[in-house]
Each structure stands twice: as C-alpha cells, then as structure tokens.
C-alpha cells in the first residue's frame, strides 16, 4: 500500500527531493500528458537533474512535457510516498500557462486539457492526492 504525505515547502531538505510535480492550468482546464510509451494520462511530472534547482527542474519539466512557453509557477507542498520499503521526496507545484509552444519531441505523445482527472491515470494511486491537494491550493490562494 502507497502512503502519500504533505511537508512544509521548506520542512525537508532540497537534496532529498527527487522528482517535481506540476499540476498546470491552460485556459482554465487542467493540462495532462500521455508519454509515448503509455495509453494512460499523467500530471507533467519527472527528476530533478544532480546541478540543477527544484524550481528550474519544474520549469524544465514543464516546457519538456507541454511545450509551456509563458508561464508563472507556484510551490505548493513538498510531498513523500512510502511504498513500505522506501520513502521517495518530491515538489508539487501549480502552474498558470499562458502561451503553449510546439510540444518539444521528447518522450511525450500528447497533452490534453480537461476540467477533471480521468479515470485512466498512470499512476492512479498518487496522482489523485497530489491533484486534490493542487486544488486546494488554487482554492485558497486564487
């Protein structure tokens, strides 16, 4: 069984953070890639390179996975999932996109923009608590 935890953006050291996380609205829809390997929808999501900041990497990721040109990032919560054996430590951000370039012909197939996650997630454990807690987030804060 996964657990899913929220941290403080600054309760837990930046190098062990591994992956960013970017929960992106274009036009007020939610922004979802489908890598070309996979039939199933994720949230622009992937590592942090070694010399690289959380928030460049974020950037990076994001223009990588949809092809975001102008856009203004928000950090949300460092987050962690236990698998029971290990405990892995990332950062959700929320992204306001506004201008989307050519998509960069990296390892995605697609984006798709949508009011609601779908059913078909690649990670359908995860993907959805990191999601409510983007909403939240925009909730607040917006």
Known sequence: MLEVKFYDCNEIEENKLIFVVIMAKFNDKWVL???????TWEIPAG????SESV??????ELFEETGAIDFTIYPVNIYSVNNGEQET???LFYAEIRELGELPQTEI????LVDELPKDLTYPLIQPILAKRVQKYVEENF
């Open 55 to 60: 928030e460049a990497a974020a950037s990076r």
């Open 89 to 91: 430590y990332g950062q």
């Open 47 to 50: 590592h942090i390179e070694p």
């Open 109 to 112: 197939a697609e984006i798709k």
């Open 33 to 39: 890639v489908r890598h070309k390997e996979r039939n």
